[in-house]
């Protein structure tokens, strides 16, 4: 098995577990709505911790999310260039849009590590027992599998987005 195959093999694997963590967030979200919805309009006793759970859990599904968007090819370029180049050019394409996915990643690690920490010391309100660093721990969670994400793309290039663009 080469290096690019055990990488690819990791990458799947993560990409899989991080995907299989942002559907758990987001059937976490659907159900606490449920609840809070019950509680609210047929037992006219509102939950308010439900939706501060709501919003994080939301947070973790999109940052948990983002590692497939990009290990499809999801990523900021330019398709009208892209179709028209050659396929050199394409690689060039390539690279560049990786290499400014993974600067714009760099920096939502940086802030988003620095935010967490910052947030050590503050309270959720509705969950006083709660601290913002776990809200804030999925911007670098979720930085870390979309490296991987990204140079699996660069890697081993899916274009599903030109395939399904309209």
Do not use: H
Request: glycine content about 6%; aromatic content about 12%.
């Amino acid at each position: 098995m080469t290096i690019k195959n055990r990488f690819l093999a990791l990458e799947r694997w993560t990409t899989r577990l991080s995907m299989g963590a942002a559907c758990a967030m987001m059937a976490l979200a659907a159900s606490l709505g449920m609840f809070q919805i019950i509680t609210r309009f047929v037992l006219e006793r509102p939950a308010e911790w439900t939706e501060v759970l709501i919003r994080f859990s939301l947070i973790w599904m999109v940052f948990m999310g983002i590692p497939m968007a990009f290990r499809q090819g999801a990523m900021v370029s330019v398709d009208v260039l892209y179709r028209w180049s050659p396929p050199k050019l394409k690689r060039v394409l390539d690279w560049v849009v990786s290499l400014a996915a993974l600067l714009l990643i760099t920096i939502v690690i940086w802030w988003g590590w620095d935010y967490a920490n910052r947030g050590k010391v503050q309270t959720v309100t509705g969950l006083e027992d709660m601290s913002m660093f776990w809200a804030y721990l999925a911007m670098p969670v979720g930085g870390v599998f979309s490296i991987l994400g990204i140079l699996g793309n660069l890697v081993d290039p899916q274009r599903l987005e030109l395939e399904t663009a309209q």
